[in-house]
């Protein structure tokens, strides 16, 4: 697993561009509650402390994973935002429903970024185990939630970068 050599909450803050007076959309799965809302609580957090005001952070809850990029699409389509983070998380199971998942909401969550031509984040958790999922999303592994705060800031700066 490459969270075994990074820490998914470690960063340098002085990297990390201020959020002040950007808008910012956090689109979250339902499915795997317990995850994702950890996940959300990460990247909210992470987005206050980078300078973010609390009511330029709209979030907005989607059935599964899979609705992700739908979400991410509907809150682009509504304008005003500058990136968006989208947080699921799908743990393997018995049968090929994890893969024909993993692939869509990749494709999608994709496919909305560039559509928009703007920030659109992949925090999708795809892990074997319901464990492996609570270690990337809080417990020995950090939170993804955090990661992906950081990149939407970085990316988002690089975006708005003259020259």
Not at 80 to 107: K, M, N, W, Y
């Amino acid at each position: 697993m490459a969270t075994a050599e990074h820490h998914l909450s470690s960063y340098d803050p002085t990297s990390v561009p201020s959020g002040a007076g950007r808008r910012f959309a956090l689109v979250v799965s339902e499915w795997n509650h317990e995850i994702t809302d950890a996940l959300r609580t990460g990247a909210r957090g992470t987005l206050l402390k980078h300078g973010v005001a609390e009511s330029d952070i709209v979030e907005t809850w989607v059935p599964g994973s899979f609705e992700l990029a739908m979400g991410a699409q509907l809150m682009l389509e509504k304008g005003g935002f500058d990136g968006v983070i989208c947080l699921g998380s799908v743990v393997r199971g018995e049968t090929p429903h994890f893969d024909f998942v993993c692939q869509g909401a990749t494709q999608g969550i994709m496919a909305v970024g560039l559509k928009f031509s703007l920030p659109v984040i992949f925090g999708l958790l795809t892990d074997d185990t319901m464990q492996q999922a609570r270690d990337r999303s809080g417990g020995k592994h950090g939170n993804k939630g955090v990661d992906c705060a950081v990149a939407v800031l970085k990316m988002v700066a690089l975006k708005h970068r003259k020259g």
